[in-house]
T-cell receptor, first 111, second 115 residues
Framework: GNSVTQMEGPVTLSEEAFLTINCTYT??????LFWYVQYPGEGLQLLLKATKADDKGSNKGFEATYRKETTSFHLEKGSVQVSDSAVYFCAATGTASKLTFGTGTRLQVTL | NAGVTQTPKFQVLKTGQSMTLQCAQD?????MYWYRQDPGMGLRLIYY???????DKGEVPNGYNVSRLNKREFSLRLESAAPSQTSVYFC??????????????FGPGTRLLVL
């Protein structure tokens, strides 16, 4: 089956710093790839997605590019804000549209 | 649209008690899912339903049962709760993407504590 590996947190950054959260996957075929965000006490929200190689997903200043050659989907943001503090999950689709999630990366942004 | 709703938000059970977690979606999605979230383990799929009238086991189905009551509703039942089932439970439903694959939408979660 599929597996998703993402960098462990917590990641602590100062406001306006550059963010990278690494995500790599193993899968048969070509899965769709997702980043979800979970704010404290809430459910997961879709942040961005990409359905095929070289696609770039983007939303709210976050970006991730589907890299088939490196089986990666790293999340980046040029300038983080305190309001970006949350847990970020990378995920990949498998059979029957089931999602496989990474373990999550907690981001803490400080002033 | 309310999206995906879950009840209750919080629940405390004693070992051996039973309960049903309710989930409903108003997005006319065919597929619905139940996950549990535990610290350091991400989300793990318990059961899913690809369409009304069908259910299948996920990664961690032991100790749970599900019912796809109709297209909108997908319930999760714990027949005899155990402390190992203390977790946060999320329901999700999914729609097909234009380019293939499906996007899942999540409910706010149910926090369950089993004493």
């Amino acid at each position: 089956g599929n597996s998703v590996t993402q960098m462990e947190g917590p990641v602590t950054l100062s406001e306006e710093a550059f963010l990278t959260i690494n995500c790599t996957y193993t899968a048969t075929g070509y899965p769709s790839l997702f980043w979800y965000v979970q704010y404290p006490g809430e459910g997961l929200q879709l942040l961005l997605k990409a359905t095929k190689a070289d696609d770039k997903g983007s939303n709210k200043g976050f970006e991730a590019t589907y890299r088939k050659e490196t089986t990666s989907f790293h999340l980046e943001k040029g300038s983080v804000q305190v309001s970006d503090s949350a847990v970020y999950f990378c995920a990949a689709t498998g059979t029957a549209s089931k999602l496989t999630f990474g373990t999550g990366t907690r981001l803490q942004v400080t002033l | 649209n309310a999206g995906v709703t879950q009840t209750p938000k919080f629940q405390v059970l004693k070992t051996g008690q039973s309960m049903t977690l309710q989930c409903a979606q108003d997005m006319n999605h065919n597929s619905m899912y139940w996950y549990r979230q535990d610290p350091g383990m991400g989300l793990r799929l318990i059961y899913y339903s690809a369409s009304e009238g069908t259910t299948d086991k996920g990664e961690v189905p032991n100790g749970y049962n599900v019912s796809r009551l109709n297209k909108r509703e997908f319930s999760l039942r714990l027949e005899s709760a155990a402390p190992s089932q203390t977790s946060v439970y999320f329901c999700a439903s999914s729609s097909r993407l234009a380019g293939g694959g499906e996007t899942q939408y999540f409910g706010p979660g149910t926090r369950l504590l089993v004493l």
